[in-house]
């Protein structure tokens, strides 16, 4: 079983002049449901190397079971220090395709035409692609083989606009997760804020925010079988 994880690039939270990335309980939380299942990881970002880590996900009061032992654990934080190009990577060598959120897919994978294609391809070999909390923005410009929006009919979920309001964002963020899922046709499904809360639709599997990462990634495994 191989897996494809892509994590962001972009560090900057618009022109606030702090920084963003990705957050760490999301990648971590579902690199080790993964590697515990005994599947094949790969890591890549638009750039490679070190993608940036959203400072405020490394905060203490931030930590879970899951980023504890990553800390603790040399082989994950070299993979994620060495991630490959994405253009390098080809869909035809994974099985299924995981991304995790921050702020930063909003600036750059939500409108990265190689991560755009990527995600066609695995559709349509019948590979299921999952993200988290922000990271459904990158669904925002991929087209189903009919040319619709890929969540156009399908039960999704994202970070939402309560969640987003919430931290003091929203008028920081490019666009909001909730409105674009539901102005491209998606069914937008959400819980309570900051509740673990997990959509499968089709090849099709989101996850709400942080406390979703780990069963968002626990639902690709399932589908997986």
């Known amino acids: 079983m191989k897996i494809l994880m892509i994590l962001t690039s972009h560090d900057q939270l618009g022109n606030t002049g702090n920084k963003t990335g990705f957050w760490?309980?999301?990648?971590?939380?579902?690199?080790?449901?993964?590697?515990?299942?005994?599947?094949?990881?790969?890591?890549?970002?638009?750039?490679?190397?070190?993608?940036?880590?959203d400072p405020k996900?490394?905060?203490?009061?931030?930590?879970?079971?899951?980023?504890?032992?990553?800390?603790?654990?040399?082989?994950?934080?070299?993979?994620?220090?060495?991630?490959?190009?994405?253009?390098?990577?080809s869909v035809a060598d994974f099985d299924a395709v995981f991304y995790p959120g921050g702020h930063g897919p909003l600036w750059d994978l939500a409108e990265d035409a190689?991560?755009?294609?990527?995600?066609?391809?695995?559709?349509?070999?019948?590979?299921?692609?999952?993200?988290v909390c922000h990271a459904p923005c990158v669904l925002r410009h991929v087209k189903s083989p009919d040319g619709k929006p890929v969540v156009q009919?399908?039960?999704?979920?994202?970070?939402?606009?309560?969640?987003?309001?919430?931290?003091?964002l929203t008028n920081v963020v490019p666009f909001l997760v909730e409105d674009m899922l539901k102005k491209n046709g998606g069914n937008y499904s959400k819980a309570d804020d900051w509740q673990p809360h997990?959509?499968?639709?089709?090849?099709?599997?989101?996850?709400?925010n942080p406390a979703s990462s780990e069963p968002t990634a626990e639902a690709l495994l399932k589908k997986l079988g």
């Open 24 to 53: 760490l309980e999301e990648f971590v939380a579902p690199y080790y449901v993964f590697k515990d299942a005994g599947a094949q990881i790969t890591v890549a970002s638009p750039f490679g190397g070190q993608p940036p880590l």
């Open 198 to 208: 997990v959509v499968t639709d089709d090849l099709l599997i989101t996850g709400q």
């Open 57 to 89: 996900s490394d905060d203490p009061s931030m930590q879970t079971d899951a980023t504890r032992r990553f800390k603790e654990d040399q082989a994950a934080q070299s993979v994620l220090a060495n991630t490959q190009k994405l253009k390098d990577v």
């Open 153 to 168: 009919g399908k039960t999704v979920t994202g970070f939402s606009n309560a969640e987003e309001e919430a931290v003091g």
């Open 114 to 131: 190689t991560s755009i294609a990527l995600i066609e391809a695995a559709l349509a070999a019948g590979k299921p692609v999952a993200a």
